[in-house]
């Protein structure tokens, strides 16, 4: 249920809210009692008044609607737990200063225009902001939000928000520590609800915890940390072809694949395009010593000869309104039944390791058989053109089931503190 937010010009009781008398009814209210209504972390104290309207709106004075950092014609859900009354929820989408700058500029990105169009069926107060636009003291944001699907993307100061979903794919790895400790301040003071629990995940963790689902095993190419040439040697020796992949997705390396013919070791580094011939092992060891030696990696079993090697095909995995697990868009080789149970097992384990995640992206490629390997797993998910073969369909889905899981996690984290 939701209603659209507007201005009273009535001056009887300061703290008076109008109603229509159907959505009073239907959440139980009474005349008689003062609730609090919360908009995000802000809350403040109303006497609910019933009307006559066939229009789904609620009448808030000046005052509620500056304390509240609420604005007319806003469309916003509204539920009731107890004698508290919410509108929301309130979501922060939360970019880099350098994307954020961006967006002030007029270049809007892909998600900003792909979540607001899902929101029009959402109903949530949803925003863009960064590190730099909250302001703990005030409980408020300064975002880029908008008021109507027709209207213009506006600055506004805003409710701080109930969940945050990050979008932080070009940060860099001093900005993830700078983001870490902002999540640290705001799930302090405010129980803040995040559409994906971690920001990022190393490779290693995540294979770990996968082994661990039995079903999952017969799925998974051999995998272990990096820690010396050695181990890089035994996997080359044992199957001839071996990837070497940075733990993280901040890496600014990228994966090299490397296969030994002849006594021969041919490189290729994907991010560059660059093959490299090696004609000795002592040369290999020192190239590898370079290549390493400033951030974590893994080493894991190929399936192709570096001439050959398939691009990854993507499964995403979201969250319906009920907090389960669903196929957003997978390629059609991959649709099948038995297949798609799989994928869900798999966001099931990675939580129970983790904790709650809203949105798991699964690289696959398929062996000379025909069969799947999960070769990679990527929280959060790669960026809209990995998906431009689904585009439209992949959109809606996507943006639309982040939006509805942020309501259940809101409505959930509130059931519970209430």
């Known amino acids: 249920m939701y209603v659209e937010i507007l201005k009273s010009s009535i001056n009887a009781k300061g703290l008076s809210c109008f109603i229509p008398v159907d959505i009073f009814n239907s959440l139980g209210l009474s005349e008689a009692l003062c609730y609090t209504l919360h908009a995000g972390k802000l809350a403040a104290d109303i006497y609910p008044i019933p009307y006559e309207s066939n229009k789904k709106a609620i009448y808030l004075n000046d005052l509620l609607m500056k304390e509240l950092y609420l604005y007319e014609n806003m469309q916003l859900n509204i539920w009731k737990e107890n004698n508290h009354i919410y509108l929301g929820p309130v979501v922060g989408v939360l970019v880099t200063k350098e994307d954020l700058s961006l967006i002030k500029t007029g270049v809007i990105p892909n998600t900003l225009t792909e979540l607001f169009k899902a929101n029009e069926k959402s109903h949530c107060l949803l925003y863009y902001f960064s590190n730099e636009n909250f302001y703990i003291n005030y409980k408020k944001v300064y975002g880029y939000t908008k008021i109507s699907s027709s209207g213009e993307l506006l600055k506004l100061a805003l409710p701080i928000a109930d969940t945050i979903y990050e979008q932080l794919n070009s940060a860099s790895q001093i900005e993830y520590m700078i983001f870490q400790y902002m999540r640290k301040i705001l799930t302090h003071y405010f129980d803040i609800q995040y559409i994906n629990n971690h920001m990022y995940l190393g490779k290693w963790e995540i294979y770990k915890c996968l082994l661990s689902q039995t079903e999952l095993n017969p ?200």
């Open 219 to 418: 799925y998974l190419p051999k995998t272990i940390p990096f820690d010396d040439f050695e181990d890089v040697k035994l996997f080359i020796d044992y199957f001839g072809k071996v990837i070497l992949k940075p733990s993280y997705k901040s890496s600014k390396l990228g994966t090299l694949y490397i296969e030994k013919r002849s006594n021969i070791y041919y490189l290729y580094s994907k991010l560059q395009d660059k093959l490299l011939t090696i004609s000795s092992t002592e040369e290999l060891e020192s190239f590898i010593a370079d290549y390493t030696k400033e951030e974590l990696f893994i080493i894991q079993q190929s399936f192709f000869s570096i001439k050959t090697v398939p691009e990854s095909m993507h499964i995403l995995l979201g969250k319906n309104s009920k907090g389960k697990w669903i196929v957003v868009d997978s390629p059609e080789c991959l649709q099948k039944s038995s297949l798609e149970s799989l994928f869900l097992k798999l966001g099931i384990c990675i939580e129970k390791c983790f904790g709650h995640f809203g949105e798991i992206e699964i690289s696959v490629i398929l062996d000379s058989y025909e069969k799947p390997w999960i070769v990679d797993i990527n929280i959060p998910p790669s960026n809209l053109k990995d998906y431009s073969h689904m585009y439209e369909n992949y959109c809606k889905l996507r943006y639309l089931s982040i939006l509805e899981y942020s309501k259940y996690l809101t409505i959930k984290n509130y059931e519970s503190t209430i």
